[in-house]
């Protein structure tokens, strides 16, 4: 090869080589990463080109040219599309630094996942103001920023009552307002249930399992989300809370509080969950039937008067035991092989486990809110078992024009007849499992009650539901923003339980 050839291939390699260097020298990239981890499970990516080309999150645009670029995040369904933000790509910063972009749960958000086995723990759903935020304190904090509290004062009190070691209110209703059971409703009740859920080992011999558990808790917490999910989109206040940081989980977290209360099962705690419910209505929100839940034995195994390890103590005797301590309480009421020394004869008159629920002493005598109330014909002989029970369901308060559905709901089996009742007078064609009426009107407020009956002539009359029908307009609490923190703090009794605290 002769010399002239030798030199030019080594310009033109030399060239290519400096152009090659120069191209490179003028080009960068951006780099970013997308949270959370549900979100980018969901589709979240991001794009420099206007959707041309999708990257995902932590992969990296490289050999862009110099030059200004607007970093797009792709919109996801239940998601909070984080804002376009634009980066510059230069000589003195080829590689900018772009913090990672969040998307963040809208209020609204459909059937999110209840918490993983081993990790639903109802006092942190709860929380307590000092716990920081993302739980419902700290997000119906933020509502409470929106109410004037000299204008709505129960509303108020209720929120700033929802404390994970104190919260009682899923009681006995007496006359319109709830009261407690005697035992912590977030610590001590929710806790056995979730100690069931998280322990995937958990069986007794009595047929509590964690199976049965988690299987009542996923099928409770979809029911109660649409709900939910139903009322604030009915409201419109979705996009509004949508827009508040630490409201964004407020449904899913008072879903699944609301989901524990469903599955424990007890009379008491269904009575105030559909009583919100019943409420919704009045906005368009058919309430959910209660047969629509799934109870862990109508309150059999976790209720005041449950056994829920089956060693012969109910829960609240239990509780009188070993209460002081919760874990104390939760590892001893669910372990059979540990028993109080001797089980109280009675839970105290603050528990009520007992009276009130249907509980029948000598032959057929069932302790209700009244004297005389809940007779039960045939007797009942069954030793160690349940006696049958039956209680109506249903919203306690009404505004004139609302629609009513009270429901009979009953453990006793076989064939059964119901008959409706009111001001103890029968009412004329009502004898299906549920009472119900398109508009109220102020005559419709009373005491109603329901007689069941199967085929062994086992004959039980609930105890008294006392109906209040108000005036159009006078309820409590008003409008889209006070139903849905009726229904977020959380079907257990409504803000009027709050009265009896001030």
Known sequence: MSKRKLVGICLIT????LTSLAANAQTGSIKVTLNPL?????????????GVTWYNSGETASGLPYGSYTVTCKDVDNWTTPNPTSYNVTAGNPNPTVPPKTYKQTICRYNPPFP??????FCAIVGDYEDGYNNIQASLGIVLSLIKCDEEPEVCALINALQCSIMDINGPIVGDLPTGNGIPDVSHELALIAAVYNNPAFSLSNGLNHTLVKNALLANYSIVYSLVYNALSTTGYCSLLAAITDANNLAIHLSILLAGFATQGDPDSMTALLTIAGLLESIGVPPPDPSD??????GAKFGPAGDADGDGCINCQEYAAYGSVAQDYINNALNPSVRPEECASSCGDEEGAVEGEGAVEGEGAVEGEGAGEGQTEGGWEEEGEQPPSVIILGPFRLEV??????????????????????????LENETGSHYRKTHVTLDDAGDYQVEVSNDAKITILSPTFHLIVLEEGSLPITGGLGLMILAGTAALAGAMSIRRRN
């Open 14 to 17: 030399a060239f290519a080589l």
């Open 401 to 426: 024009g609302d629609s009513l559905n009270l429901a009979a709901s009953t453990t006793l089996t076989g064939t059964i007849t119901y008959q409706w009742k009111k001001d103890e007078q029968d």
């Open 293 to 298: 839940f799934t109870t862990i034995e109508n």
């Open 38 to 50: 549900e979100a980018r499970e969901a589709g979240a990516q991001w794009t420099i080109d206007g």
């Open 116 to 121: 993983a086995v081993g990790e639903l723990d």
